[in-house]
């Protein structure tokens, strides 16, 4: 066997009796591609109507364009038949007739360059056997028409295909009689510019843009595409583009079906351009809140913007239910100190001792890291570093933070001295020396296992500290309360009441001692799950011991003596 020497591209003749799979055969792709065709012929109104004939309702378009001057180019798979300009400004590609695969089919037009009007009739199976069409006579005065059976679910599709593919249209469109209602692409745009033959309008958004929102509209055909979505560090803002094509021949939609764009160097230039009108569209309005990153962008493109605006959210701790903390108040104006955060048991035990009286000489605010290379930001000091110095006792000292191993014979209660140091810069400069600041902590929850387990942590007391039962209850919860989503695990708030109980009890035993403990929960237990059997106005005394209880109807005595208590 020999091979040839040379070889080149060709299309067979087999592709033909595929072409009825080039496209979905929905009734809006008919639509779209019929009006751009209609459009590209000049015309400046488009009918679609639906009709009864001898074989069945069929679907109607008619314009008023130029009408097509050659028959069989109208049937020619990848002949346009399109005048040069056409070419130049579109590049079509031929293809759209055959969106009308496997359907009966009337073509008639008057051919304006000849002076000649002219009708074929497509049996379904014509369109794929490649068998003679005959082209007759015909008396249309002008524009072309197109009639094709409708099928049921065309019918139930139709009036809101047609709402579809005329929205963006530019050329008018009457559906029934009646003219369809259309927009421009880019109505609700905050700013539009002219782009190499295309318009790219900038749209504020507070939310995220869903991938499947289209973004690029070819004269009423739109498709979904990946454009530039640049949105603020604090998330609550942000700007994406939509283009509207004019004349563009180098952005190309995906053949033949037309809906995707072709990924080439003229689509990343289209890219790029959205970026710098995104970039000029901040800057018109003189304040922002974006990266330093992009920030440096804009500056590459030649959009100078100011630098983002001077204010960050207070530092609050993060809570062992949501592993992060909820934004604070915003603070402008006044000293700031970036601080870090950390496991919820040990920020909540920090935020006890630095949110009060300002020790630090500045409000404590988030860190944001994507501020970093702003003058202002990077001007203010910062934490880098927290840790504790636990005294149990004289020369009994052991330093604490996250993940450290501590003694093994630590235990819950008070203790000699707490100290939180922080490692504080003046600036963000990594060169620039730390200083040390100790603060005295009062609480300090320590992690000796499990931090979310009440039974693996040890809650360490200064020797002055003076909180009480309930804030410590509030302090552990905050610190330590972390729900199970198990599926066998019980609801939320069942899980959320018993670990409050407990925690609750952990505080009365440590701060009030064990009877008292006992009894409040005693207290606790009686008023969820017996008070509401008791009558009202009729107390009752209860006697317990081991698992013998004895009730009884108080008599005038301890009635009265239950009402002063109470």
């Given amino acids: 066997m020999t091979f040839s020497t040379t070889i080149r591209t060709a299309v067979g003749q087999s592709l033909l009796t595929k072409i009825g799979r080039f496209f979905n055969g929905s009734v809006l792709d008919v639509l779209n591609e019929s009006i751009q065709n209609c459009r590209r012929a000049g015309a400046t109104r488009i009918d679609i109507d639906r009709i009864d004939t001898d074989r069945g309702p069929v679907l109607r378009i008619r314009d008023d364009g130029r009408g097509i001057s050659d028959p069989a180019k109208f049937l020619t798979l990848g002949d346009s038949g399109w005048g040069e300009e056409i070419a130049r400004s579109e590049d079509p590609a031929g293809m759209g007739v055959f969106s009308l695969a496997g359907r009966y089919v009337t073509v008639r037009s008057y051919a304006a360059m000849v002076g000649v009007a002219w009708q074929a009739t497509i049996p379904p199976h014509a369109w794929e056997s490649g068998a003679s069409i005959d082209v007759v006579p015909c008396s249309l005065d002008k524009g072309t028409e197109i009639e094709i059976d409708l099928p049921e679910s065309w019918a139930a599709a139709l009036a809101q295909a047609v709402k579809d593919a005329a929205r963006f249209c530019p050329v008018p469109i009457w559906f029934g009689g009646d003219r369809v209602s259309q927009e421009s692409f880019l109505r609700e745009a905050a700013r539009v510019e002219d782009w190499n033959g295309c318009r790219i309008g900038i749209f504020s958004d507070k939310h995220s843009v869903p991938r499947e929102l289209v973004r690029i509209n070819f004269h009423g055909v739109t498709v979904p ?13 942000g700007w994406y583009a939509k283009v509207d094509i004019i004349e563009a021949r180098q952005l190309q939609l995906v053949l033949p079906a037309r809906k995707e764009m072709v990924q080439n160097a003229a689509l990343d230039a289209l890219r790029e351009a959205c970026t710098a009108a995104i970039f000029r569209t901040i800057a018109r309005e003189g304040h922002h809140r974006l990266s330093h990153a992009h920030w440096l962008q804009a500056k590459s493109m030649g959009v100078p913007l100011p630098e983002a605006a001077p204010w960050l959210a207070a530092w609050t701790p993060s809570t062992a239910e949501t592993d992060r903390a909820m934004p ?239």
Wanted: charged share 25%.
């Fill in 225 to 237: 595409c990946r454009l530039p979505h640049i949105v603020d560090v604090d998330g609550g803002r």
């Fill in 328 to 566: 604070g108040e915003r603070i402008a104006g006044e000293p700031m100190i970036l601080m870090p955060s950390d496991e919820a048991y040990i920020d909540q035990c920090i935020a006890r001792t630095i949110l009060a009286g300002q020790p630090l000489g500045a409000v404590p605010v988030d860190r944001v890291d994507e501020f970093a290379g702003y003058g202002w930001y990077d001007a203010l000091p910062c934490v880098v570093g927290t840790s504790f110095r636990i005294e149990r006792k004289q020369e009994d000292i052991f330093d604490y933070v996250v993940d450290a191993q501590v003694p093994p014979d630590i235990v819950s209660g008070r203790v000699h001295a707490i100290t939180l140091e922080l490692a504080v810069r003046a600036s963000s400069d990594p060169e620039m020396p730390a200083d040390i600041l100790a603060l005295p902590v009062d609480v300090l929850i320590v992690a000796t296992g499990c931090w979310n387990d009440l039974d693996d942590i040890a809650i360490l007391l200064s020797p002055d500290c003076a909180i009480t039962p309930a804030d410590l209850a509030s302090l552990l919860e905050n610190a330590c309360f972390y729900p199970s989503d198990d599926c066998d695990a019980d609801s939320y708030h069942t899980q959320q009441a018993a670990f409050e109980m407990q925690a609750r009890f952990t505080a009365n035993m440590l701060l009030l001692g064990e009877d008292a403990a006992i009894i409040e929960r005693v207290r606790e237990a009686v008023r969820e799950h017996v008070s509401w059997l008791v009558p009202k106005d009729r107390p009752i005394t209860v006697r317990a011991i081991n698992y013998l209880v004895e009730a009884a109807f108080a008599n005038d005595d301890e009635t009265a003596v239950i009402a002063a208590a109470g």
